[in-house]
């Protein structure tokens, strides 16, 4: 089903599968990557399909997705629409051992699509809520890990501000830090998030330990075996 024409002040996500570089790489995992994202992005907000105006719409483009709410009358029932189906991506990609970076913005955005003909389409995206989202996973600090899902503060609605700081429902599952908020949607109790954060972290501790392993046998003159 086509996307309509969309213009207004909304939340909008920008994702990506993380190590997808490495994947092409390596050939046919970046094919299936892609295609259970695409099936993942298809089941969620194709769901929909039959309400007049769905309250996600989204774009998947490579190992991208746009996606924004377009609950727009109320702010906090417009960013946990998007929350919801941007946890759900995240659960369904993590079926098949893959993880997502997102983050999200609020702001203006403009979809709209243009002149199509055989073998070209055009669509256009604009607007600084999409620009902000974009960023903000590029070069936004700290630096997204996998898995993490944030929303930018700057630009926030008060009353949605407000929500999210007091973890108001339903935002239970929302950490506040200087810049971002950052949603756990992969635990189903907010007394679960800090026994995740410990064993994040601890595997985060474990990959530069293995990098320390790695070169110290290099030094040493010990050969790693050979993968098979």
């Known amino acids: 089903m086509p996307i309509d024409d969309f213009e207004h002040d909304t939340f909008v996500a920008f994702a990506d599968i993380s190590g997808f570089k490495q994947l092409v790489r390596q050939g046919d995992p970046a094919k299936l990557a892609l295609n259970h994202f695409y099936k993942a992005g298809y089941g ?3 769901s929909s399909s039959t309400l007049p105006r769905r309250p996600v719409e989204g774009l998947f483009v490579s190992d991208c997705a746009v996606l924004f ?3 727009t009358d109320d702010p906090i029932e417009c960013l946990w629409s998007l929350l919801s189906q941007v946890g759900l991506l995240n659960r369904r990609m993590l079926e098949g051992d893959y993880m997502l970076t997102t983050s999200i913005a609020y702001g203006r955005f403009r979809y709209s699509s243009c002149i199509e003909f055989r073998g070209i389409e055009k669509n256009q995206l604009s607007g600084h809520a999409y620009l902000d989202a974009f960023l903000d996973k590029e070069r936004g600090r700290p630096k997204l890990s996998p898995g993490q899902v944030r929303i930018c503060r700057d630009g926030l609605p008060e009353p949605v501000k407000e929500a999210l700081g007091q973890r108001s429902s339903p935002f239970e599952r929302v950490e506040e830090t200087p810049k971002h908020f950052y949603y756990y949607w992969m635990v ?6 800090a ?11 474990l990959k530069y330990r293995g990098f320390l392993h790695a070169l110290r046998r290099a030094r040493d003159g010990v050969q790693s075996p050979a993968v098979e």
Do not use: C, M, Q, V
Request: hydrophobic share 25%; net charge negative; proline share 9%.
């Open 69 to 71: 709410s377009t609950k």
């Open 195 to 205: 026994p995740f954060k410990d064993a994040y972290s601890n595997a985060h501790d």
């Open 188 to 193: 189903n109790d907010p007394h679960d998030i």
């Open 44 to 46: 969620i907000l194709g």
